[in-house]
Structures are given as structure tokens and as C-alpha cells.
């Protein structure tokens, strides 16, 4: 596909192209044939988690003594972008080694990372984060689901929902309640093996798009946990998750980016092939002012989101400026998408075109990891 943006891109280094190369075999090896199989079944299969871990594309910033590969950030975006550049949808590889394992590494205790680690990156334990409930979504503070301390064990109670990874995930960490009459302070994070009595994954939820992402609801039912399964101190989940979320926030910015790009460059060669009134589509004035301002946007969407890696980089991105990130390549992302469909006619709402699959596939990114409205909330907090 030709490349439509001309900012220049320095934020990656030799060994981060590499890996690009690799990650973009691997994609187009094994899992693009795979894709509509996926999408019947409603999850990516066990053996394509095992092939990546093989590849080495799982938990790409975890330390080599826990079985990673001793990677920055920089080698988790370059798999995010070439996932999103793909097409390809249902793959959990980002919220596993770059969401959810950092919990892991940075809060577990030396034999949690040793039980744990080393078979998350061999792509042998899939990792899922259970925050959302039927009444609390980006609400954090008004989680329901508790857990009772009973000598050397919780007592989890409690049911999640819009769980990414929730069939496939062999261990999830559940926010909850240890203390309800706290609030936001008696917030813990407590790690829950899937083969737990009491624990049950319910259905895949029918989504809008992305039918091969295994979305389902989770329920807790008198699930006991040793207590050696609390990540890092008990009451202190909210401002973990509050220290992890800028980096997922990046990380769908970072898709979004990619994606945008991609669609600009699918959607200025589907007008210049495309006939309307024996002309190319493209020469009608009205396509190509439209896609001038969505390449202007595209632009300023790059380039904020390498300046937001650059500093994630070197550990400066703050709260604020993912949640700023977040909001403006989500919302920019939609605007686009929507005026590029509109292009195609009629057969931009024919799910076999790249641009009506990202139309659909993407919309989420304006709600997960917090919606754009909490976005605003949060950058509003710093005015």
C-alpha cells in the first residue's frame, strides 16, 4: 500500500523496524488465512497465542529472567500498528503483553512473576483484566464485585462485563472491593486462575464489530483466592490502575493512527480506479478537498502521537496527555473514517471493503480504556 503521509517518522529505531518486518510475516502467514475462521468461532485459536510466543511477539517489554524479551515500548507499538495496519481483528496480543502483564511485572511479588510470566510470554497463559461491570464502566469508583478476606483466602463475589480475552484467558485480574465502605481507596487487584471453583466465563457478547475478539461476561461466585494472588498492597488498585491506564490509552491512540493512515492511502487508490460519470473519482474536486483535509488531519495525528511515544519512551507521558491523546486521535479517527466511507457509495456499507470493516472495527476505541467524555474529564481536572 502506498505511503500518503510525508512527516518523516524518527521515533523508532533499526532494531524497532526489524521487529516491524517480523511482525508483518508473521500476520500475513499465520493469521490473515485464519481471519474468517476466527470470526465463525468468535475467538482466535489457542495454537495461533502459542505460534506468537514462539515468534517471540508476546510480552515484548517483560525482562528475559521472566521469559520476555527484554524490549521497550517501542517494540509493543510496532506490533499494535502492524496489527491495526492488517486489518485483521480479534487478536488480544496488545492487552495480554502490553496492558495486562505490566501489572504483573511491576506489582508482583518475585514468585508471582516466576508462576506467571514466563508462560504468558510463551503465549501458554492468556491474560485478561476485568474491570467493567453491568453498572460501572469507566466509573471505576462504583465496582460492585468484593472480596472478603477469610484467613489466607479472598472470597470474590461479583460479575464482569465487556471482558476482552474472557473466553480464551486462563488468569484474570479482577478489580474489586476489599473494603466497600472506602470507595475508590478500598480498591484492590486480586489475580484469579480461570480453573478457580465458583469462577464461570459466561457468553461472547454479540458486538457491533470485531466479531473474532472474544468478549464475554465473567462471574464470581464464592471464588476462593489464596491470599499470595493479591497484586502489590490491598486498597491500593485505584492508583495502580491509574498509573497503568496512560499506557493503554497510548496504545489505542496508537492504532488509531495507523489505521487512519492505512484507510487514507486505501481510500485515495480506490478513487483514482474507481469511474463515476466517466471519470476517476478522484478528479471530482469534492474527493480531492476531502481527502486533503483528512491527510491534514492524519498528519497532525501522526505527529502527535510520536511525540506522545517519544515521551512515553524516556517514562514521561503523563495522565493528562494520554487522556489528550486519547480523545483526539479516537475523535479525529471517526471523523475521518466517516468521510471516507461516504466516498465509496454504496459500497461503503458492503462489509468487504477495508474501509466499512475499520468503520465498524474502530468505533470502540471512543469508548474503551475510558470514553471520550472521562477524557475530557480528566484534562478538564488540569485547566
Known amino acids: 500500500m502506498e505511503h500518503v503521509l510525508t512527516y518523516p517518522r524518527t521515533v523508532y529505531r533499526d532494531d524497532h523496524e526489524m521487529l516491524r518486518e517480523t511482525v508483518r510475516r508473521f500476520l500475513e502467514r499465520e493469521c490473515a488465512p485464519r481471519q474468517a475462521q476466527w470470526e465463525a468461532d468468535g475467538r482466535v485459536d489457542r495454537e495461533t497465542w502459542l505460534k506468537a510466543g514462539r515468534e517471540g511477539l508476546l510480552c515484548t517489554t517483560i525482562d528475559s529472567q521472566w521469559g520476555g524479551s527484554d524490549g521497550d515500548f517501542g517494540h509493543a507499538a510496532v506490533i499494535v500498528e502492524e496489527i491495526a495496519r492488517s486489518g485483521l481483528n480479534g487478536l488480544g496480543f496488545g492487552l495480554h503483553s502490553d496492558v495486562v502483564a505490566p501489572y504483573i511485572a511491576r506489582l508482583g511479588t518475585e514468585a508471582q512473576k516466576a508462576k506467571w510470566l514466563p508462560a504468558c510470554a510463551k503465549g501458554e497463559l492468556i491474560l485478561a483484566i476485568a474491570m467493567s461491570e453491568p453498572g460501572a464502566g469507566s466509573d471505576l469508583k462504583s465496582i460492585r464485585t468484593t472480596a472478603k478476606r477469610e484467613g489466607e483466602h479472598y472470597v470474590i463475589n461479583g460479575a464482569k462485563t465487556f471482558i476482552s480475552n474472557g473466553l480464551n484467558c486462563d488468569l484474570v485480574i479482577v478489580v474489586c472491593k476489599t473494603d466497600p465502605d472506602m470507595g475508590a481507596k478500598g480498591v484492590s487487584l486480586i489475580a484469579v486462575e480461570a480453573d478457580r471453583v465458583g469462577f464461570r466465563k459466561g457468553r461472547k457478547l454479540d458486538k457491533m464489530g470485531q466479531e473474532a475478539a472474544d468478549t464475554a461476561e465473567l462471574f464470581f461466585e464464592d471464588v476462593r483466592v489464596p491470599v499470595d494472588n493479591l497484586l502489590g498492597e490491598e486498597n491500593k488498585g485505584f492508583a495502580y490502575l491509574m498509573q497503568e491506564l496512560a499506557q493503554e490509552r497510548l496504545i489505542i491512540a496508537l492504532g488509531a493512527a495507523t489505521k487512519m493512515e492505512c484507510m487514507l492511502a486505501e481510500t485515495v487508490r480506490y478513487t483514482k480506479e474507481r469511474i463515476v460519470f466517466g471519470k476517476p473519482l478522484f478528479d471530482f474536486q469534492n474527493t480531492r478537498f476531502k481527502l ?92
Open 292 to 383: 486533503a483535509e483528512v491527510k491534514a488531519r492524519t498528519t497532525a495525528v501522526r505527529m502527535m502521537v510520536d511525540q506522545y511515544l517519544s515521551e512515553h519512551l524516556k517514562r514521561k507521558l503523563t495522565v493528562e496527555e494520554a487522556a489528550i491523546c486519547k480523545l483526539f486521535v479516537t475523535e479525529e479517527l471517526s471523523k475521518a473514517l466517516d468521510d471516507m466511507l461516504q466516498l465509496y457509495g454504496g459500497y461503503g456499507y458492503m462489509k468487504e471493503y477495508p474501509i466499512t470493516r475499520a468503520f465498524i472495527d474502530t468505533r470502540v476505541m471512543r469508548i474503551y480504556g475510558g470514553t471520550s467524555e472521562v477524557m475530557k474529564e480528566l484534562i478538564s481536572r488540569q485547566l
